[in-house]
T-cell receptor, first 110, second 113 residues
């Protein structure tokens, strides 16, 4: 059974600092990995999708890396802003479903 | 373009009642999914459908049923609600199954008393 772990569970940084969020998974037989953002009381917003054959994916201030063989992904958010405060979830796609981590709750202090 | 809509936004339901959560997408996605999100347990897949006319069981299917009569709609039915089904329910869709990005709806907050 796929286990997805996100460390740390919570993170507080001053505005302008770079954010580094970690995701690890136990079974490397994945199709892809997806990073989501969730604001309190809201649905999930897809941030980045990395296919299993890719090493990284970038969108604006966001960059995600994937090391499938070691079962790790890292999401980097450059020059954080208070609007980046949210919970960030990673999910890996195996057979028929996504397996989610518990998330990292980020607070960016103005 | 609305993407994925879910109804109702929230609902309080007496135990034993039947309830259908509605999900509609306008992206012509083939695959659709139902998840529940619970504190401490994260997001778990209830049922999925890879294409209209087919459905499959996820991790926690007991007490729930789904149907997929057409591409756009994927209703989730609780035949006889129990308090343990109190949760936030999310519908999601993707162009096809394994390789494509999943997009999520805004969720339905369900309380079963």
């Amino acid at each position: 059974k796929q286990e997805v772990t996100q460390i740390p569970a919570a993170l507080s940084v001053p505005e302008g600092e770079n954010l580094v969020l970690n995701c690890s998974f136990t079974d490397s037989a994945i199709y892809n990995l997806q990073w989501f953002r969730q604001d309190p009381g809201k649905g999930l917003t897809s941030l980045l999708l990395i296919q299993s054959s890719q090493r990284e994916q970038t969108s604006g201030r966001l960059n995600a890396s994937l090391d499938k063989s070691s079962g790790r992904s890292t999401l980097y958010i450059a020059a954080s802003q208070p609007g980046d405060s949210a919970t960030y979830l990673c999910a890996v796609r195996g057979d028929y479903k996504l397996s989610f981590g518990a998330g990292t709750t980020v607070t960016v202090r103005a | 373009i609305a993407g994925i809509t879910q109804a109702p936004t929230s609902q309080i339901l007496a135990a034993g009642r039947r309830m259908t959560l509605r999900c509609t997408q306008d992206m012509r996605h083939n695959a659709m999914y139902w998840y529940r999100q619970d504190l401490g347990l994260g997001l778990r897949l209830i049922h999925y459908s890879n294409t209209a006319g087919t459905t499959g069981k996820g991790e926690v299917p007991d007490g729930y049923s789904v149907s997929r009569a057409n591409t756009d709609d994927f209703p989730l039915t609780l035949a006889s609600a129990v308090p343990s089904q109190t949760s936030v329910y999310f519908c999601a869709s993707s162009l096809s199954g394994d390789l494509n990005e999943q997009f999520f709806g805004p969720g339905t907050r369900l309380t079963v008393l």
